[in-house]
């Protein structure tokens, strides 16, 4: 955070300066877990479920913390506020309103906001200094904690911005409004909390009629209800993807031995070739939303080319591949799931997989509501479809992708379902050979990311 008075953190938050000076000044950074206190920090102190920060507090001074963001005095310097995390986001605006020369990006949509908003930093970050969060920092307490990293020297902010609700965008664009605001797609992510993509489009919209009357809005041309938020938006509009139409295209794609997209770039400017090191077809669909908001950013098509060709994998458990010592290549997409992801990592480990034998590990996709037993079958289709060698489906919520696999009579494959984690572990060991491929993927409540570390431990049979 730049160097604050306590005194204007107060005035910012609405606060008021307990058992400090005025002028006492906060310089470090802003952190939520005292463990993480830096000389000159202010540490905000928020009541949870299962801890309050308050009583923490102590520690956080001793170690070095300028003062507390709290709601009660802590027995040393603090600023004392109605609501820590309301606060937050006020002192987050307030230091970004006091950083005029940096350009704010901002990505939203239903799937593949992290890695999206991952390349997108990788791009503009080869144009001057770059701030973004680690993995999915991107609600009310994440994105205000990543606006409170930018200093005077940061060029470029890029935000990620989840919405579980009508007037969450709203709220974070009200934090950090964007310059160049990103919508990917519109899917079924989270339909259990909306209710229907058409509520899903009202929400992600808000992104577009946040931006500033100079910003630009980046589309998704091939997603109707994102190309339709063009007319809730005064700013520029720009869009990306494989129609026609598109000012951000791609063209001759087609897709490595192992799964990495290839394509030309073309955008009203000229075009220029692309290499991938990401895994996937719906990929591209990022990579152009990312190219898409560099252009919009200012960087010229054969920088933003260059870019997205040496663009790494910036998050974990987001389509890491890893190969064994016995040859298992070992796919770990276990951060999240919903069913458009989960389609395009089955399609990712099915052309992977070719001449050799596949399996998928998948669990439970959450917060789907009343589709959800309807949208686990289809899954279960699709895998059984995709030629897969092996099914795991692990947890009673995710039982019904056992069953929409049962309905493909044509199906060769054998479906496992099991209960938990170790029991996938135990049946992915007796099952697996050299040169096998496997997918691990599911919702954040299924942990089956200790699925893939499992499988890459020294025995490959750890965590059970």
Known sequence: ????????????????????????????????????????????????????????????????????????????????????????????????????????????????????????????????????????????????????????????????????????????????????????????????????????????????????????????????????????????????????????????????????????????????PVALRLYGSHAVANALAAAAAARAAGLPVDEIAAGLSEAEPASRWRMEVTERADGVTVVNDAYNANPDSTRAAIDVLAHMARGRRAYAVLGEMAELGGSSAAEHARIGRHAARSGLDGLVVVGANAAAMAEGAAEVASWTGECVQVDDVGAAVAALSERLAPRDVVLVKGSRVAGLERVAEALLAPDGRAGR
């Open 1 to 272: 955070m730049i160097p604050l008075p306590l005194s204007t953190i107060a005035e910012i938050t609405g606060g008021t300066v307990d058992g400090a000076p005025p002028d006492a000044v906060a310089g470090g950074p802003v952190v939520i877990d005292s463990r993480a206190v830096e000389p000159g920090a202010l540490f905000a102190a928020f009541k949870g479920e299962h801890a309050d920060g308050h009583d923490y507090a102590a520690a956080a001074l001793a170690a070095g913390a300028a003062a507390v963001l709290a709601q009660r005095p802590v027995g040393g310097p603090a600023v004392l506020v109605d609501d820590v995390k309301e606060a937050l986001g006020r002192l987050a605006r307030g230091v970004l309103e006091r950083l005029p020369d940096t350009t704010v990006v901002a990505v939203t949509g239903s799937a593949g906001k992290t890695s999206t908003k991952d390349l997108i930093a990788q791009l503009v970050g080869r144009a001057g200094p770059t701030v973004w969060p680690p993995g999915s920092f991107n609600n009310e307490i994440g994105l205000p904690l990543t606006v409170l990293r930018a200093g005077a020297e940061t060029r470029y902010l890029v935000l990620e911005m989840g919405a579980r609700g009508v007037g969450h965008i709203a709220y974070l664009t009200g934090i950090a409004r964007p310059d160049v605001g990103v919508v990917l797609n519109v899917g079924t992510a989270h339909m259990g909390e909306f209710g229907s993509r058409e509520a899903i489009a009202r929400a992600k919209g808000e992104m577009v009629e946040a931006l500033r009357p100079d910003g630009t809005a980046v589309l998704n041309a091939d997603d109707p209800l994102v190309s339709a938020m063009a007319s809730r938006t005064a700013g520029e509009v720009v869009t990306f993807g494989r129609s026609d139409g598109a000012a951000v295209r791609a063209v001759d794609e087609a897709l490595d031995e192992q799964g990495r997209a290839r394509f030309t770039l073309v955008t009203p400017e000229g075009s220029a």
